[in-house]
């Protein structure tokens, strides 16, 4: 058996993007928040230190190159977050960072029509604006329209919501004024092993952040041999209507877990 409250895996992220009101208050890799303000580094983005910089390098270096206004204006206009990471990872690709297939084995959620209609001017917008840029079509060509579907429609499902654990009582303060003015969740990223952790209304463990983007695998209680490990994808306290809403809503899926089959 495992005891309740280790930690059974750390994980760090795949793709990471910080929320649109933390820009420049969270490290744009590992989404760490900026320790006192002040900072005069408003125009670009924050690194929470060298090897922070040198591990975006990469992706930050081509993102750099190009104008970004058409795709920031369409996003902030429709509070669209995901498209964000698809930008990201397109980046990651071109510095060769990363294969255009690295999110495949993941499970991709069911998409509405609607939604794919979205998608497709999405990726029109991209595409334009790499275009734009000067970009060589060779270096591109990975990205169709099919690509970025299938990139969004993976994100949709696995990424997680990060809100980072207060370490102090600055942090503490920062962080209750942060969840009432705007968004308490410091950003977005997606991981390869927590991806394969299915839901539960009731689950065993539960996935925290301390100071970054890594996060933690611990456990909730004494967990017996060969018994699955799952996590809550979003409010329990919720009733089991609303918890079914949200779900197939949002993700994709209608909930069987015990707690759901039982009504409660
Ligand atoms: C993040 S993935 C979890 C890993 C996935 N089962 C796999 O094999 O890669 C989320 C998907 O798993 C399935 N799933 C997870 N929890 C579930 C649950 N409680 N009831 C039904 N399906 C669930 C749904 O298809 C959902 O879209």
Redesign the pocket.
């Known amino acids: 058996p495992i005891a309740t409250g280790e930690v059974l895996h750390s994980a760090q992220p795949l793709v990471t993007h910080p929320s649109r009101s933390l820009f420049h208050e969270v490290c744009y890799r590992c989404l760490k928040r900026k320790a006192g303000k002040g900072d005069d580094s408003r125009g670009d983005c924050y690194f929470c230190s060298d090897a922070c910089r040198e591990h975006a390098e990469g992706f930050h270096g081509i993102q750099k190159k190009v104008d970004w206004s058409l795709l920031d204006d369409h996003c902030s206009s429709r509070g669209l977050k995901y498209p964000y990471m698809v930008r990201r990872l397109a980046c990651m690709v071109i510095s060769g960072d990363v294969g255009a297939d690295c999110l495949d084995i993941?499970?991709p959620?069911q998409l509405h029509q609607g939604t794919l209609i979205e998608m497709e001017e999405e990726f029109e917008l991209l595409k334009s604006t790499f275009r734009k840029a000067g970009f060589q079509e060779e270096l591109t060509t990975f990205l169709t329209k099919q690509w970025y579907i299938n990139i969004l429609a993976r994100i949709r499902?696995?990424a997680f919501r990060i809100e980072l654990v207060a370490s102090s009582y600055e942090d503490l303060l920062s962080s209750a004024v942060a969840s009432v003015t705007c968004d308490a969740s410091v950003g977005n990223a997606v991981y390869m092993l927590p991806?394969?952790?299915?839901?539960?209304c009731d689950p065993n463990t539960h996935i925290v952040w301390l100071e970054n983007a890594d996060a933690k695998l611990k456990t909730l209680r004494d967990i017996d041999e060969g018994e699955e490990l799952r996590i809550c994808y979003i409010d329990t306290s919720m009733d089991v209507n609303a918890r079914q809403k949200i779900l197939t809503e949002g993700?994709?899926?209608?909930?069987?877990?015990q707690r759901c089959l039982s009504g409660d």
Do not use: E, I, K
Not at 251 to 257: E, K, M, T, V
């Open positions: 993941l499970q959620a499902v696995n991806s394969f952790y299915n839901h539960d993700f994709g899926f209608q909930c069987r877990c």
